[in-house]
């Protein structure tokens, strides 16, 4: 029966109670109490079931190495599973809900599985449900998924707000307890920047609850002094409620700051910390002893207990026993005895101690018996009394001691993760039975360097007074290495010392237990992993580390074996007969306690995932109704329908506007990279398949672009402004690409050469005006004269429209008559709106990226991501036209060469026009010919303008095919036949472009 | 110049468009350097760093470019006879106006929004008055210009301005400023 | 996270504002090569477990080009130095031998 | 070997399981053998059992450097599919696909293959056109997948946000007979039945030498002595480039790391796997509960198994906006594994210049989906001393010849 003290508690305000709800009953607990202290304050012992067997769970410790204890906590778009009750401030109106069971908490049906946990033995999965086979898909996996799984997962969209902060510090000080404030205090004022993280809502950690028993006040003024020398000094930044979860390579570290007690909304941050010299203060965490039935509520490690005593006013239980094997322990129970609580035994599993602390308590009246055990607890959901026995032998019942709660303690591990996440390794310490931080092996930094000292408790060091007497030993040792000449810091050691005998290493207790009884210790209580299991992993050949874990689950649940992997590795080489560091440890991985997938998403979610890149024409373009397509990182205008038109309608209707009138297409993403230096012609020959330093100044001149595998990966027109300077266009998803890779040769191969680039994609504006119609339009504007002579095909001019300066090239993608207007990107919304206004007599429209794609493919135009897909070279697309047979060198050129790239079997470009003209061949379908394909459909459409199907495809040795009709496999039943033609459907003469 | 909305613990201004030079030298020959020298500014800026005359900012990109801006409308004709004599060299000045958009962060907490999104030690010893920062903040590239530790303009490729200024308004919300607990 | 050092902007630039460009120092081969040169050119890599000379590019700044010698194994980085270099220079390799005494130095 | 079932199981539960044998008998290493398998993951296992199964050679070791299924077995997102695009791809993959379906009965051995169906997401116009391409490849090489619309995506997968904004889900192409398994009992299974067959699994045994005379393979020189033989087949992922170092010659690979990540486990949400290449994340939901996350592979080499946390953020932002209802879930666990990755993102299947000496390597990021097929054709290629169907289009010498494979072909969006 866990109950309320009348008074103390020093992190709760008695005076603000706040209502909260658990599994609907309406409860109430105090401003500052944990959900877990609340819970206990409310005698709701039994919290959870464990994940295989369905076991009672209670409530095992204070803090986040929580194995039992996880809640769904919150509502709606704030609901959350899994969360350790022992981390969670209790806040108003909160509602916590157990977790996995059903029906109820009390009365969960799956507990059968603990009835029949005999026959669900560690990796029992791996040898059944494997006939019949389908069953497992329908039946069995089913039923284990509905039956796994802790919390539910929420069903609303996260309503909280996330963020990633950059901070970087000379020195970082993770963990805040004594080790970690004297550090601060010995580093300061040396001229490095220092931050503190502790994870706390206040520092000082385990100390200032010590220094309540027996020792004199002196703690509360040492604290208050420490506090005033760190906030005083300038270069100490500290930071509460931030755990630090993760080290990386180079000092980088990440810590989850999660503001519960602010009293804005959770505020919840990662901190990207880049860290020159970590120091490692992260305490260590209590073990508990593996006895039979040790998994039931009311077992509490001993100095948890002390914690919701003296923090938060909590009893367990008004009859409680303690089973140790350290005198540390004993100031549980002494705390107790002193507000009048029963202690009817303790157990201590040594064979004797002289420590002061045994006397203090045999002097309130406690029995104290030595070489003694638990030997089995009785009660259903609840401990109800203990069976003492010897530690040797294999545990027969002594005495049975009525008790309403447990207290274990099986001595302290090191909380060594962090050093372990970049590189750090352990050392076994035998006599004390746990890992700790190796000095020979630590995490490097970039220069090889040790970046991360421990110190403390994580260091294997305990006592106050030790880590008074090391630490700024070891701060001025550090600031000595880091060639940090100041003064040396030294402090006087207000603690007594009192030297802690070596306590024996105690795992798994009796050490002769039965097997019945290795049946009944629990060593990882959320995974239900039992002394039995590892006997079995080691049986069945899994002798390994690594092997036992993931064979038994040991470790692997959301406390990832905090309070676990120091007593499985202890049985698991008691089994194997082999001495502990012989055995090695499983790896420690980020993140040290878990964090939210949102976190890790930061601000960049919802409106700020992937940034969307508009063109200046996007205003024009949402006011149109157009519908929008993600082109890199791009939208653009994929066609702009009215009214209620379908799809087909607008594209026709597009298209038909660019064959007979005007249309518009805003091409503003198209890559413009500007080639400026007297070797840029030479620098471009190299560059694109064709020659380009041939070009007159005023020309355009299209260009391919393959890479040295002789894959064609971009294409554009090149245009040259003067002798010295060319402007070439690349395609929009391809302009960043191109423009590092025409940087790239320069900077790392032909650095000799004199040509200078600069991508001037944003710069300009362009605008297609495509269609018969196109010159007229242009010529309502008085200053141009547009006729062929003044601007024949594939030239250029700059002259000025109204007052607006435009570069227009006569250039066609679409096979009609038509300009594209290069235009500052200032301006471009203002010239669209006077090309719109002109182009009102001439029927203009607007056209999107799809109906371009029926244009050009009407023409058997290529688009680089269409008909190539990275394995395609130019003499596939039937491009040797634009290889040039003249220029000694250039990119691709000896790929050509290699005897694959000229097989007869390569896939050639052509036409396709199905025999029946209605039927469009589906997108990327083969070519099929005696069941085996033999090619591809790159683009197929309808053409509004030739009134029939077309389509572009590779298809093996096509060239030598056109004529003949190939097999288009659409489904397992049907096919469509088509004609192999020459892949330009529309004005091959190219008498309109040209005109 | 119009503030960004919404009750932010600094004030982001859009300022959009300001007169700038891409500008790459050539340290084969001294003629480009020199054009820069005789036109704009006699001592180039160091590494990381801008230098600042009557409205001309000269600020270090690369160790062969830098971004020239210009503030005031007098001294147009001024660059485009550099912008003549640059393109007679074997260097580059090419007029790169239209391709950014900039924004004037103002207060004393500026510096702690680009904490937000920007990996550089942005502690506020390590910045100088005369610093010029290319980086990346967020997904995107920034330019970083320090008018002083509590004014900085910062640009953006003009296609992220939405991006650049819906960023602003999640990241300067009141209650999400950076402190220190003790 | 790796952070390395940019010899261009004399600055630690944090990963995430670069992109690595694979082995350094590869000779390009052209259309006079061998089919077997042109295949080690392309595609035969070291990526030896040990120390190995890479090619960075500071994309998010400068935007040149650098080499870095780094060990694969523990991602210590040995210093960076220019793109220009055709193969590691003398300084660089006396960094290395300092901290690692087994290094057999560059091989092409 | 003491045949798993449910009545063993019943038995076994009355005498406090004593009964069980050790799953593969430990073994230290002969003097010779007449093949050796370097690599003790699923690869070599698997080469080894069907060396055993098909072709009826015992006289075999697969020597391990750490423990079995420690390598990239034990690190990977255990997702198998066979919806590649080009047909050698198909041909191995679906091999693959097909054995994993009785791939538990084999073995004796429950690998838990759970045939959930594996949903490949369209969110551009472009990638639509590449997937309903891929599709009908699929389709003509007999592999069963379809393409289907998003309402049909959003009856699979409820917690899918599927009209963006970003990138709206276009469609999706979608095999219903891929899948997951548990990657663990896959090496486990395997090891088991080698190990009945009499093939000595030898773990902690490093290779650190490769013994040759005049160009023909000899035997090898591991922590554990010499061993000779007359064939060696390199299967070593992640430690390619190495052992071949010993061996003499190198290889078209780059070792980079290859994170992944688990959520809490928690309550069914999602059955299928969903892969998002247009933002670049993969998720699928375990037995146990928690959500597997995979990524793209780091961006630089690295043999430390640990990555960098930028391609964990990626990751996770991706699939934050995919699945907006994962947000509050929390991050589990972390890891990397070694990959090796080719030129074309295809493996290696091939002999070597050793006369002798095989290697099977460069899985990259897909290796787990690929362990029955590819031991099955090593197994044919040692054997026959001559790659078979399903190996010669993956021999080294292609990338000299220029006849890529190329997985990564419907590459990012241009037009």
Redesign the interface.
């Known amino acids: 029966m866990s109950s309320r003290l009348p008074q103390e508690g020093s992190r709760i305000n008695r005076e603000k109670t706040v209502d909260f709800r658990f599994n609907g009953k309406n409860l109430k607990g105090f401003h500052g109490d944990t959900v877990a202290s609340a819970l206990l304050a409310n005698n709701e012992m039994l919290v959870a079931r464990s ?1 295989k067997y369905h076991r009672p769970r209670g409530i095992l410790t204070a803090g986040e190495e929580e194995p039992n204890a996880l809640m769904g906590i919150g509502e709606g778009p ?5 969360i350790r009750a022992t981390e969670v401030k209790l806040k108003q109106n909160m509602n916590v809900a157990s977790q996995n069971h059903w029906p109820s908490l009390r009365f969960d049906f799956l507990s059968i599985n603990n009835v029949f946990s ?2 669900f ?1 560690a990796g ?8 019949p ?1 389908a069953a ?2 329908f039946l069995f ?1 089913p039923m ?3 039956a ?11 309503e ?2 996330y ?6 510090t000379d020195v970082l000080i993770i963990g805040g307890g004594l080790a970690g404030i004297t550090a601060a205090k010995a580093l300061r004022d040396r001229g490095l ?1 220092i931050m503190l993280c502790e994870k706390d809502c206040v ?1 000082g950690g385990r100390y200032l609850e010590d220094s309540k028993v027996g020792e004199k006040d002196g703690y509360k003024k040492f604290h208050e002094k420490s ?1 005033g020398i ?2 005083k000094s300038n270069d100490v ?5 931030t755990t630090v979860t ?1 080290i ?5 570290v ?1 810590a989850y700051e999660e503001n519960q007690c602010s009293n ?2 959770t ?1 919840k941050a990662l901190w ?1 910390i ?1 860290a020159k010299t970590m120091i490692l203060c992260t305490g260590a965490i209590e073990r508990p002893i593996v006895f039979p039935d040790n998994d039931l509520p009311g077992i509490m490690l001993a100095t948890s207990v002390r914690d919701y005593l003296q923090k938060y006013g909590v009893l367990l239980g008004d009859r409680l026993v303690l089973t140790t094997n350290n005198d540390y322990a004993y100031k549980t129970v002494i705390e107790l005895k002193h507000r009048g609580i029963d202690i009817p035994v303790v157990l201590d599993v040594r064979d004797s101690s002289e420590n002061p602390i045994i006397k203090e308590a045999e002097a309130l009246g406690i029995r104290i018996l030595f070489g003694k055990c638990i030997g089995k607890v009785e009660g259903k959901r609840k401990a109800s009394a203990i069976g003492i026995c010897s530690v040797n032998g294999e545990g027969t019942i002594e005495e049975l001691i009525p008790c309403n709660a447990i207290a274990v303690s099986g001595g302290w591990t090191p909380n060594v993760n962090l050093w372990s ?3 750090g390794k352990l050392l076994w310490d035998d006599e004390c039975g746990f890992y700790k931080p190796d000095p020979e092996n630590t995490p ?1 930094g ?3 360097e040790t970046n991360m000292l421990a110190l403390g408790a994580c260091a294997g060091v305990f006592s106050n007074y030790d880590i008074q007497e090391q630490v700024p030993r070891k701060i001025n040792q550090l600031a000595s290495r880091l060639k940090i000449k100041s003064k040396r810091y030294i402090e006087t050691n207000v603690f007594s010392n009192e030297p802690e005998k070596k306590t024996k290493p105690v795992f798994a207790l009796p050490y002769g237990a039965s ?1 019945d009884k290795q ?1 009944r210790m629990y060593i990882d209580f959320q995974n239900d992993v039992k002394v ?1 299991d590892l006997q ?1 992993a080691v ?6 580390v ?2 036992a874990k ?2 038994t ?1 040991l470790g692997m649940a ?1 406390d ?1 074996g905090k309070t676990s992997n120091i007593n499985g590795i202890h049985v698991l080489s008691q089994n194997l007969g082999k001495p502990v560091d012989k055995i090695g440890h499983t ?1 420690f ?3 040290y306690k ?5 976190l ?17 024409i996007d205003k024009w373009n949402l006011l149109n109704n157009a519908i929008w ?4 990182d ?1 939208r653009r205008a ?1 066609a702009y329908p009215k009214g209620n038109e379908g799809l087909e309608e607008t594209l026709s209707r597009e298209v038909l506007s660019v064959r007979k009138n005007v249309g518009l297409l805003d091409s503003s993403t198209l890559g413009k990279i ?1 080639v ?3 070797d840029a012609g030479q620098f471009l020959d190299l560059i694109y398949t064709n020659m380009m330093s041939t070009l007159k100044a005023g020309k355009c001149r299209y260009g391919l672009m393959c890479n ?3 894959f064609v990966f ?1 294409d554009g027109v090149v245009a040259r402004l003067n002798d ?1 300077s060319f402007l070439c266009h690349t ?4 302009a960043d ?1 191109v423009y ?1 890779w025409l ?2 040769w320069l ?3 032909w ?1 000799n050469l ?1 040509v ?1 680039i ?1 991508n ?1 994609t ?3 504006s362009q605008i297609a005006v495509a269609g018969p119609k196109s010159r007229e339009l242009l010529q309502t504007f008085k200053s141009i004269d547009l006729s062929a002579e003044k601007l024949p095909f594939m030239n250029f001019i700059e002259t000025n429209i109204d007052d607006i300066w435009v570069r227009i090239y006569r250039i066609s993608f679409s096979g009609e008559l038509s300009y594209e207007l290069a235009v ?3 301006q471009a919304e203002e010239l669209w709106n006077k090309l719109i206004k002109a182009g009102k007599k001439h029927k203009i429209q607007p056209y999107g ?2 109906a371009l ?1 029926i244009l050009r493919a009407e023409k058997g135009f290529i ?4 008909e190539t ?3 395609v070279t130019p003499h596939d697309l039937g491009m040797e036209w634009i290889v040039s047979k003249k220029k ?2 250039f990119i691709g ?3 050509f ?5 000229n097989s007869s079997i390569r896939k050639q470009l052509v036409g396709i026009l199905t025999l029946d003209t209605n039927k469009v061949l ?5 070519a ?1 010919e005696d069941g ?2 033999i090619g ?2 790159t683009s197929t459409y309808f053409s509004p303008t030739l009134k029939r199907s077309i389509a572009l495809g590779l298809i093996e040795n096509g060239k030598s095919r056109k004529g003949s009709t190939l097999e288009f ?4 039943k049907e096919s469509i036949f088509a004609k192999i033609v020459d892949p330009n459907f529309y004005d091959s003469e190219g008498t309109k472009q040209d005109g | 110049m119009d503030k960004i909305k919404g009750d932010t613990f600094v004030d982001v201004y859009l300022i959009g ?1 300001i007169k700038s030079f ?1 500008i ?1 030298v ?1 340290h ?1 020959d001294k003629k480009s350097i020199n054009v820069i020298k005789k036109n704009i500014e006699e001592k180039l800026p160091s590494i990381q760093n801008a230098t600042e005359r009557n409205g001309l900012t000269l600020c270090w990109v690369s160790n ?1 470019e830098y971004l020239l801006l210009n503030q005031k409308n007098e001294n147009d004709t001024l660059l485009k006879e550099f912008q003549k004599q640059m ?1 007679l060299t ?3 000045a ?6 950014r958009v900039w924004f004037l962060i103002k207060g004393n907490r500026a510096l702690d929004i680009l ?9 506020k ?2 910045i100088l008055k005369s610093n010029f920062l290319r980086t990346r903040l ?3 590239q920034i330019n970083i210009l320090f008018k002083s530790l509590d004014e900085i303009l910062v640009s953006v ?7 650049m200024i ?2 602003f308004e ?2 300067t919300r009141r ?2 400023e ?1 402190n ?3 | ?3 390395i050092f940019c010899p261009i902007c004399q600055r630690d630039c ?1 990963e995430t504002e670069l992109s690595c ?1 694979g082995q350094a120092h590869l000779i ?6 061998s ?1 077997k040169d ?1 295949y080690e ?2 595609y035969e890599r070291k990526n030896d477990k040990g120390i190995i000379f890479e ?1 960075w ?1 500071h ?1 998010y700044g400068c ?3 650098f080499h870095t010698a780094r ?1 694969t194994l ?4 040995f210093g960076s130095y220019s ?2 270099e055709v193969q590691p220079p003398k300084s660089i390799l006396a960094t290395i031998r300092r ?1 690692r005494v087994d290094f057999k130095g560059w091989v092409k | 070997m003491k045949r ?3 009545s ?3 038995t076994e ?2 005498r ?3 009964g ?7 073994r230290q290493p002969k003097k010779e053998y007449q093949i050796i398998i370097v690599g003790g993951g699923g690869h070599g296992l698997a080469t080894a059992y069907y060396l055993a199964k098909n072709f009826n050679v015992t006289d075999i070791a697969v020597i391990e450097k750490g ?1 079995i ?2 390598g990239n077995t ?1 690190r990977n997102t255990t997702i198998i599919r066979s919806n590649y695009l080009q ?1 050698s791809s198909i041909g191995i993959y679906e091999k693959s696909r097909s054995l994993y ?2 791939l ?2 084999d073995l ?3 690998i ?5 169906g594996v949903l490949m997401l369209c ?4 990638e ?10 699929n ?3 007999g592999v069963d997948t379809k393409m289907i619309a998003p309402e049909e995506v959003k009856e699979l997968v409820p ?1 899918i946000n599927i009209n963006g904004p ?2 709206p889900v276009l469609g999706a192409l979608w095999q219903p007979r891929g899948g997951t398994a ?1 990657h ?2 896959v090496a ?2 395997y090891a088991r039945k080698c190990s009945d067959f009499g093939i000595d699994i030898i ?1 902690q045994c490093e290779v650190i030498g490769v013994k040759k005379k005049r160009e023909k393979i000899v035997g090898v020189e591991t922590t554990k002595g010499n061993i000779k033989a007359k064939k060696v087949c390199f299967v070593a992922a992640g430690h390619s480039s190495v052992l071949a170092d010993l061996a003499g010659f190198r290889l078209p690979i780059e070792s980079v790391a290859l994170q992944a990540l688990v ?7 999602i059955d299928c796997v969903v892969m998002a290449n ?2 670049h994340g993969y998720l699928s ?1 375990s ?3 928690e959500l597997v996350i995979g990524g793209g592979a780091d961006g630089y080499n690295n043999y ?1 198994q ?1 990555g ?2 930028l391609h ?2 990626e990751t ?2 991706a ?3 995919t699945f ?12 990397g594994g070694i990959v090796d990755m080719t ?1 074309d993102r295809s493996p290696i299947i091939s002999k070597t210049p050793v006369d002798g000496l095989y290697i099977n390597c460069g899985w990259g990021t897909g290796g787990f989906k690929a362990i029955p097929g590819s031991g099955w054709a090593t197994a044919e290629m040692i054997y026959n001393e001559q790659p078979g169907k399903l190996a010669s289009p993956f021999s080294i010498n ?1 990338f ?5 494979i ?1 997985e ?8």
């Open positions: 994940f704030f609901f959350e599973p899994n005999r026959f033995a029992f999965y791996y040898k059944t449900f494997m006939w086979r497992w898909k996996e284990i998924r509905r796994s799984g802790l919390g539910k997962a929420p069903r609303e969209y996260d909280e707000h963020e990633h902060i950059y901070h970087h920047s520092i506090i760190l906030r930044s500290i930071k509460l409620n993760g990386f390579d180079h000092g980088f990440l804005t909304a505020k990207k880049r996440h970049c590189g490097t970039r220069e090889g097997k049946k039995s079995l049986q069945e050949g899994f002798e390994n690594e092997h993931r064979y689950t959301t990832q790896t991985r980020p993140p878990p964090i939210p997938l949102g890790i998403a930061g601000q960049y979610a919802k409106k700020l995932f992937k940034p969307v890149r508009k063109t200046p397509e993600p082109v890199a791009w994929y500007l400026k230096g007297p040295e595998a002789g971009d010295q395609t929009s998803g391809g690409r590092a940087e790239e900077q790392t191969e650095h004199k200078f600069v001037l944003e710069q300009y500052n990107s200032n990226t799809e794609h688009v680089v991501g269409d897909d990275g394995t000694k060198d050129k000896k790929a060469s290699l005897p694959h790239l589906p997108d990327g379908c083969h099929v085996k394909a591809h459909v496999e659409i489904s397992s | 468009s891409n790459r050539d084969r062969d393109n074997t260097g580059v090419e007029n790169t106006t239209d391709l904490r937000k999104g920007v990996p550089l030690d942005l502690e010893s390590k967020g997904e995107i490729l003009r296609s992220h301005k939405d991006y819906e960023w999640v990241c209650g999400t950076i220190f607990d003790l | 996270m790796l952070n944090d460009g390009r081969r052209d259309h006079a090569s089919d042109f050119y392309l090619r590019r994309v935007g040149k080009w060990c523990t991602n210590q980085v793109a220009k901290s | 798993y079932s449910l063993s199981i019943f539960a009355f406090d399981n004593l069980w044998e050790k799953a593969w008998k430990k423990w299924g420690g034990g047909e379906e009785t538990s009965q004796n051995y429950n838990m293959f759970s045939p959930r969110q551009t116009e472009h639509l056109r590449a997937m309903k391409r891929t599709s009908h490849a389709r003509i090489n917690i970003r990138f548990r663990d009992a486990w299974g773990e959520s809490e486990p928690i309550k069914p949400i247009t933002v939901q037995d146990k509960g430390s640990r960098s946390f964990i953020e996770v932002r699939l934050v906006e907006p209802v994962i947000s509050r879930l929390r991050q589990l666990r972390q890891w030129g292609r000299s010849e220029g006849r890529l190329d990564s072909a419907a590459a990012a969006v241009a037009h």
